[in-house]
């Protein structure tokens, strides 16, 4: 491999115009458009307006630093290895596209809304005059149709790109490769990771720089033409946001449904269960676990692990909030997997990271749901903690249509900030289902009372 990547020839750095400006002052471009008569900097220029103008300006740099310090690198000193080094028949087994996702279009989206900044900046600039806000407004003209498609594919693609990297470096072959690329100058000691999530954090930024540039304008009319144009920016990255939200959940919906096991000896064991009735519950619920996370209707708001007390005995669950109700669940290992990354990530950190199917994790339920319309949380504070030795820890009871008390279970957190995390995330779910429920109940009275007058 070493003599290959030796071999492999090197990528010439793309040359664009506008990056002649990457490091420089605003004060440079109206110096060289105006080499004679230049006044970039008049008696008559505010304070505010030079900080408005350095702040259109950092739009256009920082724009530029992205696109050749981040994308280009990641373009020509990583994938264009990879695809150069599977030419000479190896890491055939590397599939770049789930890397790299649609990383070229990003890289021709950037050079675009640089260069169409750069020329509306140079175009508009006069020897006093610079950075007016109609420049700005119009280079994020097409931000919801020109910019954000693209990023929406590459975000979307981004969790499974991580998951995709992660597995690939348990290949000796695949790390060499990595590090070489890691060691390119160009890359000043970033990590390939550190290049893959600049796009999630560039997409990110466009809001803030434009609202730093609403803050130093004075005109009625710039600032309603910029706040109309933030405006449009944040409804395009909220609808981008809310893709990867629901797709991220789609993920590990889809996920649990082969990870969660629910069997018949979770029926209540003083029930009393007749021999021929077995197979038939059996099937009952094995169809109402397939549904219960099959599809989309059901989203996950918040998991982790908890300690339950039960029948005085402090027993770790694994516990679900869904939008309409509560799991508690065991974890599980695959006797077949051995030192798995969960496991030494939960060694070396206080927050256990997610547990994943690759990794051999299986949850059981180990109480029957709890509807969240069902459900009062209820905090032990810290006098009652201290005489009861519950620290950190909450009860949640579990009610029926009559209000009657039918289970109460009694958990501890590891720390103040999980218990007061735990406690909002079920209230506030809770909450958010009562009025989903209400809703519901006056629309179908609303229907019925048409129905009536008809």
């Keep these: 491999m070493a003599t290959v990547l030796s071999n492999l020839p090197t990528k010439e750095q793309e040359i664009f115009d506008f990056v002649a400006f990457k490091d420089s002052h605003w004060t440079d471009l109206i110096n060289v458009a105006h080499p004679e008569g230049a006044v970039p900097l008049s008696p008559t220029s505010s304070e505010a307006e030079i ?17 050749v310090d981040h994308l280009l690198v990641l373009r020509d000193v990583f994938q264009e290895t990879f695809k150069a080094v599977q030419c000479e028949n190896h890491l055939m087994y590397v599939e770049p596209a789930k890397l790299f996702a649609n990383l070229d279009v990003l890289c ?6 640089c260069q169409d900044l750069f020329v509306i900046l140079r175009g508009k600039v006069t020897s006093t005059e610079f950075g007016q ?26 969790s499974n790109a991580l ?20 060691l390119n100058p160009r890359c000043k000691r970033l990590q390939m990771s550190d290049f893959l999530v600049a796009p999630i954090q560039r997409i990110t930024k466009y809001p803030i720089l434009l609202n730093d540039i609403l803050k130093r304008t004075t005109s009625p009319a710039d600032k309603t033409a910029l706040t109309e144009t933030i405006e449009n920016v944040k409804f395009a990255l909220g609808e981008l946001e809310g ?11 889809r996920e649990l449904q082969h990870m969660i096991t629910w069997t018949i000896d979770d029926q209540d064991a003083k029930a009393m269960l007749p021999e021929f009735m077995k ?8 169809k109402s676990l397939s549904s219960l996370f099959s599809g989309t209707k059901r989203a996950l708001i918040y998991e982790g692990p908890l300690i339950l007390t039960d029948s005085g005995k402090n027993i770790d669950i694994y516990a679900f909030i869904f939008d309409d109700m509560f799991l508690m669940t065991k974890i599980k290992k695959d006797a077949k997997k051995k030192a798995s990354h969960f496991e030494r990530l939960s060694a070396q950190t206080h927050t256990p990271p997610v547990p994943r199917r690759r990794d051999g994790m299986m949850f059981h339920v180990y109480k029957q749901p709890i509807p969240l319309d069902r459900l009062d949380v209820v905090e032990v504070n810290s006098r009652q903690a201290q005489a009861s030795g519950m620290k950190y820890a909450f009860v949640m009871m579990h009610t ?37 429920m209400r809703e519901s109940h006056h629309e179908e009275r609303r229907t019925k009372d048409r129905k009536k007058t008809l």
Excluded: G
């Excluded at 021709?108 to 809304?113: G, I, K, M, T, Y």
């Excluded at 197979?279 to 094995?286: A, G």
């Design 133 to 158: 806000p109609e420049c700005v407004v119009s280079a994020f003209s097409m931000f919801d149709n020109h910019v954000c498609p693209p990023y929406e594919r590459y975000c979307m693609n981004y």
């Design 51 to 67: 900080k408005r103008r350095d702040h259109v300006w950092e739009v256009f740099t920082s724009e530029c630093s992205y696109l």
């Design 108 to 113: 021709q989206v950037s050079e675009s809304f």
């Design 163 to 182: 998951h995709y990297l992660e597995s690939l470096k348990k290949r000796e072959d695949f790390q060499e490769v990595v590090r070489w690329c890691e």
């Design 279 to 286: 197979n038939s519950i059996l099937e009952k619920t094995r």
């Design 400 to 436: 029926s249509r009559y209000q009657q008390i039918l289970s109460v279970y009694t958990v501890m957190t590891p720390n103040e900030h999980s218990k007061q995390t735990w406690i909002k995330e079920l209230n506030k779910a809770r909450k958010t289902r009562l009025d989903q």
């Design 243 to 253: 893709k990867v939200r629901w797709l991220t959940n789609f993920e590990r919906m």
